[in-house]
């Protein structure tokens, strides 16, 4: 059964005036996702605009207990308060990494790789705002095509976005999601669902960024929705091994119900040199995918 | 009990003694039988912990670092490029003030690989902020291991246990292993002050800005650099922690009495060597056939090396004209760091002894006895002897 916002549990986790950016994707996630969780949570952060939003020493925004940790440890240090957890039997205690697409995809794939592989039992968030948003917006792995970033300065990246959830996938979890900051009920039945799984979650969370991209900090989640709406961004989970689209993305049961992802990337200034061609060719990768995808569309 | 094993299993069994809660480790010559033996203890059931076969040395010092966090006794081992590997890692344990324990297998760096035995891996942890304590024999290894979870979680310092390999990690020797319940009594359960509580939480490792700040009850908080100034206090005074740690060991197992040096025919001497580790022992027989030939020499080894013994130093080396220093570690462009430290700590006292510098054994080239006692014997007797290191061991290639 899907959760309403009626019955979204009214607890909240993070403080009011914290020092997330005004519209910021991450801020809608966090702290839906924390709601998911509940009061007995472990966190493990590395540096990510989410160490700023915690805010500075003697103060933090969080009601729960965080561990700060090194750039590319996350997983690792989840599986630490893990094994700790177990050896002193607190095993109950929920152990949440959670970490940003640079700490994710390129610094942090590593120790990720490796908790995945020894089955750890953890849930791992990756908010992805597509870039190094924290630095001042730099490319990331998961910045996609195209985008001006201040190390892609001119052209834009060259590269493709990383598929992070497949590659995860890849380790045989019982559990990965994609999800969006833009669909909260979505991603809070998602990690609620994972809570009951074992072994090593992963969540992926598409978390638009006003100052990063380049639009009006008014329309994060109409940005977010555009994202899923058009196809470039996709909600879904795959339980032990078992892809299924959901929400809002298991409706666009075919391309043509797909909105044009122009409607998406003209709404922001990262892609302001994005020639047509490479728009069309956007446009195109998406309409495969979606012919390949299509068939596992569950409708009611 | 009195058994023969190696250095590796002596640390291994240290740690089985202390009994570590979790354990993570990566493999890396010459530190990987110690923790074999301990994912050993581990599945035959032995030893009731979590070992975790990391990915990399930088994860396990993580693994290590969250454990401690959240309240377990954690343990770790490494060598070379492990511990170069995690060197970020092994900074965050020490300023986030974790008790932890780990073992450093010593052992040359690269470029060129080399797995030989040397201190240059250990020496570029030195200004970390851990504990650096380096023992001498096997018995050492694994009384040093039991009493450093003792001194780390007395001051909430990580303790680094230093010892060379191959020469004591890869060779056996008889030791007395302490009985289970005499090192129950010695080291009580860990209970920190702080840990990751959902009942009581904190956020540990913040941001944290230049000037102190209020907190949420209008007091003042430290900023980045009280709270640095209050580890450095905390790591001088953690010297007297060592000494009341190997206090209240040596009560119980009638072994110590020497934490900071260890000195063997030094009451009258002139001259005194000073080395890290095996190096020491073998330079007793350099001092005995010194001796023999009427030379008033004797030798002297660092129990402890950071925070560094200044005190006991100067009080060491208050009666001797010249210290002779051997390395096998280098700065490189300038000296050996003990040596150093040493003409630093030495250069407050009235009559400071003339201090020389020996390189040696780097990368595992072997130590021989002659060349120690040829270059000690002619330091004794040179009218000035030279200040400036000089390297033992090196081989003629030709023109």
């Known amino acids: 059964m899907s959760t309403s916002i009626l019955n979204l549990p009214t607890e909240e986790y993070i403080y009011p005036g914290n020092r997330a950016c005004t519209g910021c994707g991450l801020g809608i996630a966090y702290r839906i996702g924390l709601k998911a969780f509940g009061p007995d949570t472990i966190l493990v952060v590395p540096p990510s605009c989410l160490t700023v939003l915690q805010g500075l020493y003697p103060i933090a925004a969080t009601k729960l207990p965080c561990l700060n940790v090194v750039f590319a440890s996350t997983a690792a240090a989840a599986t630490g308060v893990s094994a700790a957890l177990r050896a002193m039997g607190r095993e109950k205690t929920n152990v949440l990494a959670w970490a940003g697409d640079g700490g994710t995809s390129d610094i942090g794939i590593q120790a990720l790789s490796g908790a995945a592989e020894r089955g750890e039992n953890i849930v791992y968030i990756c908010y992805d705002n597509e870039a190094y948003m924290n630095t001042g917006v730099q490319r990331s792995g998961t910045t996609p095509k195209g985008a001006l970033t201040t190390t892609t300065p001119i052209v834009g990246k060259l590269q493709q976005k990383k598929d992070v959830p497949s590659i995860m996938a890849a380790h045989g979890l019982s559990y990965v999601a994609s999800c969006s900051a833009a669909y909260p009920l979505d991603l809070y039945d998602k990690l609620i669902k994972a809570q009951s799984l074992p072994g090593t979650k992963y969540i992926h969370i598409h978390t638009p960024c006003p100052s990063g991209w380049g639009f009006d900090s008014s329309q994060t989640v109409k940005l977010g929705k555009l994202a899923v709406e058009s196809g470039m961004v996709e909600l879904y989970e795959i339980e032990n091994g078992y892809f299924r689209l959901t929400g809002a993305s298991a409706q666009l049961s075919n391309t043509k119900d797909l909105v044009p992802v122009s409607e998406y990337i003209k709404r922001q200034s990262r892609f302001r040199a994005l020639p047509a061609a490479e728009l069309e060719a956007m446009q195109d990768t998406v309409n495969q995918r979606w012919r390949e995808i299509a068939p596992c569309v569950e409708t009611a | 009990m009195d058994i023969i094993e190696s250095g590796n299993n002596a640390a291994a069994l240290g740690v089985l003694r202390a009994k570590a809660q979790v354990i993570a480790a990566y493999p890396i010559t010459p530190q990987t039988p110690l923790t074999e033996k301990l994912s050993e203890f581990v599945a035959a059931g032995e030893m009731q912990a979590e070992y975790i076969p990391v990915e990399s040395e930088h994860s396990a010092m993580a693994v290590c670092i969250a454990a401690s966090s959240t309240g377990a006794r954690a343990f770790t081992a490494t060598s070379a490029n492990g511990l170069l590997y995690m060197h970020e890692q092994v900074c965050w344990a020490a300023g986030a003030r974790l008790p932890l324990v780990m073992c450093v297998v010593n052992r040359g760096l690269g470029a060129p690989w080399t797995v030989w035995n040397d201190h240059q891996d250990s020496m570029t942890q030195r200004d970390t902020g851990w504990i650096q304590l380096y023992c001498n024999d096997h018995q050492q290894i694994i009384d040093t291991t039991i009493k450093a979870f003792h001194l780390a979680e007395t001051v909430s310092i990580p303790v680094m246990v230093c010892f060379d390999g191959y020469l004591l990690s890869h060779t056996y020797m ?142 060491a080396f208050k009666n001797v004209k010249r210290l002779l220093v051997f390395e096998k570690a280098l700065s490189l462009g300038y000296e050996g760091p003990l040596c150093t430290d040493l003409r630093a700590a030495l250069s407050l006292m009235d009559k400071a002894p003339v201090i020389g510098n020996r390189i040696v054994g780097l990368g595992g080239r072997e130590i021989e006895t002659e060349q120690l006692a040829e270059n000690l014997r002619q330091f004794c007797r040179a009218d000035k002897p030279a200040t400036a290191p000089s390297w033992i061991g090196l081989r003629d290639l030709g023109a």
Request: glycine letters at 8%.
């Open chain 2, 174 to 315: 008889p030791f007395d292993l302490p009985e289970q319940d005499v090192v129950d009594e010695f080291l009580p359960s860990f209970k920190p002050a702080v840990y990751l509580d959902p009942k009581k939480p904190v956020s540990l490792n913040t941001v944290t800005m230049p000037e102190s700040r209020l907190n949420i009850h209008g007091q003042q908080a430290g900023g980045y650099m009280e709270i640095r100034n209050s580890f450095q206090q905390d790591l001088r005074a953690s010297l007297d922690c060592w000494q009341a740690t190997d206090e209240r060991y040596q009560k119980l197992t009638g072994r110590g009495g020497n934490p900071f040096i260890e000195s063997y025919r030094t009451d009258d001497a002139d001259t005194v060597a000073v080395a890290l580790g095996s190096l020491s022992y073998q330079l007793r027989d350099v001092i005995d056939s010194l001796r023999a030939e009427g030379l008033k020499v004797g030798v002297a080894s660092l129990g402890i090396y950071r925070p560094f013994p200044d005190d006991a130093v100067r009080q």
